[in-house]
């Protein structure tokens, strides 16, 4: 668990991807490394500006800045390829930041569990409890209030914009995506650009990008697994998202203890994805049938894979009966995908 990044090692990355950048583009001349080489500047000189100012770097954000990065990156190089207007996929680009970032806090907020501490955040403090410790409810970043009785944390005033307020956690991936690709098809098809077509570039970035943000799940050490005696389990440090659910669930003494070896999903998610990134496009995209099919095979892989490893975590999350939220997310994800494959196909057959 790394929740923040020395600026001065992101920006020592910057620059070896600096000179990387440099001998790919002198060795294959015909390859465009400038959008590397500017998005490695101005990270690396970010960087070094948040060190001389000792502010720390969110490894969480910086991660989904990696995510963002790599995956616009890569539809700038396929609109070359396909021979399209890149710029319509850069203003999406930033768009999609906007819209996945507002869409993933919303599902969080409404589905996670959360959505009645939110409105009790505004309307009565008095009713929201906050299961940590004395000294973290004392402590300057909490300031809250001790209930000695029931032995919680009560806020002491109210907070009717908590529910906004992204950048203190709760985010919900499927949500981000869902708000993320729904305005995305309304901005495509305003500039004229292939709305289906352009699903098949989301099949390929989306489980690239989900990598990059499995890793700042684990470097937060959100997303956590449950409790494993197998070689594989790891121990996140005092005061960790584990540690303080494992002492609410009565398994540690105290939360200044490192939390019991946990099953790693973050990185059993972000090793899923990556593998599902590199199927999809280094073999299965090149192999697809019709526009369309690549994001029907590659929202099932990421669907499936989600829907198994929700068993084995163990972070608060919402759910209804059995299965987590995400987990009926999923079951809906597939049996949408299954049911748009066939249409797909026939409008790839009539068009052809």
């Given at each position: 668990?790394?929740?923040?990044?020395?600026?001065?090692?992101?920006?020592?990355?910057?620059?070896?991807?600096?000179?990387?950048?440099?001998?790919?583009?002198?060795?294959?001349?015909?390859?465009?490394?400038?959008?590397?080489?500017?998005?490695?500047?101005?990270?690396?000189?970010?960087?070094?500006?948040?060190?001389?100012?000792?502010?720390?770097?969110?490894?969480?954000?910086?991660?989904?800045?990696?995510?963002?990065?790599?995956?616009?990156?890569?539809?700038?190089?396929?609109?070359?390829?396909?021979?399209?207007?890149?710029?319509?996929?850069?203003?999406?680009?930033?768009?999609?930041?906007?819209?996945?970032?507002?869409?993933?806090?919303?599902?969080?907020?409404?589905?996670?569990?959360?959505?009645?501490?939110?409105?009790?955040?505004?309307?009565?403090?008095?009713?929201?409890?906050?299961?940590?410790?004395?000294?973290?409810?004392?402590?300057?970043?909490?300031?809250?209030?001790?209930?000695?009785?029931?032995?919680?944390?009560?806020?002491?005033?109210?907070?009717?914009?908590?529910?906004?307020?992204?950048?203190?956690?709760?985010?919900?991936?499927?949500?981000?995506?869902?708000?993320?690709?729904?305005?995305?098809?309304?901005?495509?098809?305003?500039?004229?650009?292939?709305?289906?077509?352009?699903?098949?570039?989301?099949?390929?970035?989306?489980?690239?990008?989900?990598?990059?943000?499995?890793?700042?799940?684990w470097f937060g050490g959100c997303c956590f697994g449950q409790p494993t005696d197998a070689w594989f389990g790891v121990s996140f440090p005092a005061w960790s998202p584990a540690s303080e659910a494992q002492w609410r669930a009565?398994?540690?003494?105290?939360?200044?203890?490192?939390?019991?070896?946990?099953?790693?999903?973050?990185?059993?998610?972000?090793?899923?994805?990556?593998?599902?990134?590199?199927?999809?496009?280094?073999?299965?995209?090149?192999?697809?049938?019709?526009?369309?099919?690549?994001?029907?095979?590659?929202?099932?892989?990421?669907?499936?894979?989600?829907?198994?490893?929700?068993?084995?975590?163990?972070?608060?999350?919402?759910?209804?009966?059995?299965?987590?939220?995400?987990?009926?997310?999923?079951?809906?994800?597939?049996?949408?995908?299954?049911?748009?494959?066939?249409?797909?196909?026939?409008?790839?057959?009539?068009?052809?």
């Amino acid at each position: 668990m790394i929740p923040t990044f020395d600026g001065r090692l992101i920006a020592a990355v910057c620059a070896v991807v600096l000179v990387a950048a440099l001998a790919v583009g002198r060795a294959r001349r015909g390859l465009d490394v400038k959008p590397v080489l500017w998005g490695a500047l101005l990270v690396g000189a970010g960087a070094l500006a948040a060190d001389v100012f000792d502010e720390a770097i969110p490894a969480y954000f910086a991660m989904l800045m990696a995510a963002f990065a790599a995956c616009t990156w890569f539809a700038v190089r396929w609109a070359k390829r396909e021979k399209r207007d890149y710029d319509v996929l850069i203003d999406l680009a930033l768009i999609s930041l906007i819209t996945g970032v507002a869409g993933s806090r919303l599902a969080h907020v409404l589905f996670d569990g959360f959505f009645m501490d939110y409105v009790h955040l505004c309307t009565d403090p008095s009713q929201v409890e906050w299961h940590i410790t004395r000294e973290q409810c004392d402590s300057e970043w909490v300031q809250g209030a001790w209930d000695a009785a029931a032995s919680v944390c009560r806020p002491t005033e109210a907070d009717c914009f908590a529910w906004a307020k992204f950048w203190q956690g709760g985010l919900t991936w499927y949500g981000g995506m869902v708000l993320g690709i729904g305005y995305a098809m309304y901005f495509l098809g305003k500039e004229g650009f292939p709305r289906i077509k352009t699903l098949d570039l989301a099949g390929m970035i989306l489980p690239l990008g989900l990598f990059f943000g499995r890793l700042g799940c684990w470097f937060g050490g959100c997303c956590f697994g449950q409790p494993t005696d197998a070689w594989f389990g790891v121990s996140f440090p005092a005061w960790s998202p584990a540690s303080e659910a494992q002492w609410r669930a009565h398994l540690l003494e105290h939360p200044s203890h490192a939390s019991l070896p946990v099953i790693p999903t973050q990185l059993l998610e972000a090793g899923g994805s990556l593998v599902i990134a590199f199927v999809i496009i280094g073999w299965f995209e090149p192999r697809k049938r019709f526009d369309g099919h690549v994001f029907c095979v590659s929202m099932i892989a990421y669907a499936v894979l989600r829907f198994v490893l929700e068993f084995f975590r163990a972070d608060d999350r919402g759910g209804v009966g059995v299965l987590s939220t995400s987990q009926w997310v999923g079951i809906v994800i597939v049996v949408a995908a299954a049911a748009l494959w066939p249409v797909l196909q026939r409008r790839s057959l009539r068009a052809g």
